[in-house]
């Protein structure tokens, strides 16, 4: 049986949850080989309430209907019955703490809080060091997905970092990062290395400058600057040959460094409500290769 695309296994899902008969086909075609443990997780709890009916009102206990639960520390399914892990030995959590309630509806327990919980965990596991200022975390604030078993995208929204965390630099698979809404003043120069990143959102943070490796993110889609402390930017910028959308809305910059013009894909450049601009004629060349500038 041919490995199963994002698409398909989105559409499986979607299924699942809409047509309680077909927990039968997702059996009989072995799905748990082709999804990740997350996936597979609440597949599993879809297929044991099957035989609810969908067009009922039902409520039950959450604590006497669930019957495996994942271990947070390695995904293993756990009987809930149970305090440590059969696999790696680690605590688990209480039922009631992963869904912060006794009974619900069975459409609503189909939610990714747990995981989202133990997100810091498994960053912390994986670098073996310990995330900085992890109790001021906010559970609605972080997410994070997955593929391959590698962390592929990484929001920190609102977590109070005043340092760009060193661990999330062995994340080498990250696509998208957001560290919004932070105090973060420097960026290390080693962000060079996460060379995958297509996006990466840093607005309302409190950054002066930018380190010149900056300019090695040359997957770089959209990068957003928006209201920091920038006084300058560094000349290697220009080498991010991939980038399309550059924010450096609400800074502190009185010029742009002509490296500039060399982002042959560059679509839209906002400096709106930064000091005044000396290098009007740079924008003006900006504009007239069809760059959408606003200022």
Same mark, same amino acid.
């Given at each position: ?9 989105a ?8 047509d ?8 009989h ?14 597949l599993?709890l879809?297929?044991? @309430?099957?035989?609810f ?10 604590t006497s ?7 947070? @520390? ?9 305090k ?17 309630l ?18 810091? @965990? ?13 109790d ?30 060193s661990?999330l ?22 962000i ?21 490796s ?13 209201s920091?402390?920038?006084i300058?930017?560094?000349d ?10 550059l ?14 013009? @060399? ?6 450049l906002?400096v ?8 009007q ?15």
């Open positions: 049986m041919k490995k199963l695309t994002n698409n398909e296994l559409w499986l899902e979607n299924r699942a949850k809409e309680e008969f077909f927990s039968s086909l997702l059996a075609y072995k799905l748990k080989a082709f999804l990740t443990p997350q996936q597979y997780y609440w599993n879809f297929i044991v @309430h099957s035989d009916n969908a067009s009922e009102e039902i409520r039950f206990d959450v209907t669930i019957v495996k639960v994942p271990c947070p @520390h390695c995904n293993f399914l756990c009987s809930p019955q149970i440590y892990c059969a696999k790696c030995g680690e605590p688990l959590p209480k039922i009631e703490q992963i869904f912060g006794q009974g619900t509806s069975n459409s609503n327990i189909l939610e990714d809080n747990y995981f989202e919980k133990n997100i810091l @965990h498994s960053i912390e596991k994986m670098t073996n060091k310990e995330l900085p200022c992890k001021c975390f906010e559970i609605s604030s972080r997410c994070y997905v997955k593929e391959d078993d590698q962390i592929t995208a990484l929001s920190l929204y609102n977590c109070g970092l005043t340092v760009f965390p661990e630099l062995k994340l080498f698979s990250l696509k998208y990062l957001a560290l919004r809404r932070n105090s973060i003043k420097n960026l290390l120069n080693q060079g290395f996460l060379t995958n990143l297509e996006y990466l959102d840093l607005r309302i943070n409190k950054l002066q400058i930018l380190p010149p900056i300019g090695l993110l040359t997957n770089l889609k959209i990068l957003n600057l928006s920091n402390n920038l300058e930017l560094p290697s910028i220009g080498n991010l040959k991939s980038l399309k959308v924010n450096l809305k609400n800074n502190k910059l009185k010029s742009l460094p002509s490296s500039l013009l @060399h982002l042959e894909k560059l679509e839209k906002n709106k409500a930064n000091f005044w601009m000396s290098n004629n740079l924008i003006e060349s900006l504009k007239s290769k069809g760059i959408e500038v606003i200022f």
